[in-house]
């Protein structure tokens, strides 16, 4: 049970099933702003994929993926997908999205080996989301408009929220409070990335930290990025003010992905040249992929946020360790 707890106090203001509905009118509105505001249409999105396609995520490149095999593709390992950020790529390039268009899509996946808490969860649920950009696009100015537009978004299903259920009035603030790793680390020498974020956020309520992925002056980093998805000098997180936890709560990770200098510098520096043998990075090396900006957006983070839970497992269905069920319910907050 260690990392599962039950703020004193809290009592959740929406019971189970009002909870249920209320994720249903966040979700339904959610989506709707999402993709008006950045011209997304949405798309069906795999739940798994052909390891030799190189399309899955490895993310911080040490997590175990879910795999099995085919009865109809003997030998050939397939994988439970970590996230969509190499997929939707590769989907608008096959679908022939035009420059300002993209997709949004539902994307559940398993982290089989998440430490889970208040937070995390082995299970997965996010709106993935994709853009095409011209390569004049590809700057910091773009990456700014889209956050500031998912906020915008974020505060509609807040007001809408609002409408329905008249106890759930609306703290956010109207605006985004913009850092760099680099800025944060300036700020805060004496604090880990984790706590420069929850200093930072405490403070401004709402924030979008950038450039996550390459070391520091400090000799480290803020984070770990995988060094084929996300150019690491154009991307950064959405964060959010907790009350109920009293601490930072990431809601989106985003950036305009690698072109081939990007990418080409991202895995010497991990020590992960071998993956240019993979399609997708082919691809992208040889130029065939459009240019592309996207991210995820978790959508039980976002439940958590707007509905004021306190603990992941109030808006979504997962799996525990032994007693964590029990210990809420006895203080009167059931998880699903």
């Not at 993926?65 to 970590?82: H, I, M, S, T, W």
Request: overall charge negative.
């Amino acid at each position: 049970m260690q990392g599962h707890t039950c703020p004193q106090g809290y009592v959740p203001m929406l019971d189970l099933r009002a909870t249920q509905q209320a994720i249903k009118v966040l979700k339904d509105c959610f989506q709707q702003q999402l993709g008006a505001s950045l011209n997304l249409t949405r798309v069906s999105a795999p739940l798994f994929v052909r390891k030799l396609t190189g399309l899955n995520d490895d993310l911080s490149g040490v997590e175990r993926k879910v795999a099995f095999d085919l009865k109809e593709l003997p030998g050939d390992e397939v994988q439970v997908v970590q996230s969509l950020a190499k997929w939707k790529r590769h989907a608008l390039g096959r679908y022939g999205y035009p420059v300002g268009s993209g997709l949004y899509t539902d994307m559940n996946a398993i982290r089989r080996d998440e430490i889970t808490d208040n937070l995390h969860s082995v299970y997965v649920d996010q709106w993935d989301w994709e853009k095409v950009l011209t390569r004049q696009q590809r700057n910091y100015d773009t990456l700014m408009d889209a956050a500031m537009r998912i906020h915008a978004a974020v505060l509609e299903a807040e007001t809408v929220l609002h409408s329905r259920y008249p106890v759930l009035a609306p703290r956010l603030p109207a605006t985004l409070a913009f850092i760099s790793s680099q800025e944060l680390c300036d700020m805060y020498p004496e604090l880990t990335p984790e706590q420069r974020e929850a200093a930072f956020v405490k403070e401004h309520r709402a924030a979008f930290v950038s450039q996550i992925g390459w070391p520091l002056s400090d000799g480290k980093r803020h984070g770990d990025r995988a060094p084929d998805y996300d150019d690491w000098s154009l991307n950064g997180d959405l964060i959010y003010y907790h009350p109920e936890l009293d601490c930072a709560l990431e809601v989106s990770s985003m950036g305009i992905r690698v072109d081939a200098p990007a990418m080409f510098a991202q895995l010497s520096a991990a020590g992960a040249m071998d993956r240019l043998n993979l399609p997708f990075h082919q691809q992208v090396m040889r130029d065939q992929l459009p240019l592309t900006m996207g991210g995820g957006i978790g959508q039980s983070r976002l439940c958590m946020l707007l509905l004021r839970k306190a603990h992941i497992g109030e808006v979504q269905c997962s799996t525990w360790p032994d007693g964590v069920v029990d210990s809420f319910a006895a203080k009167g907050v059931p998880l699903l």
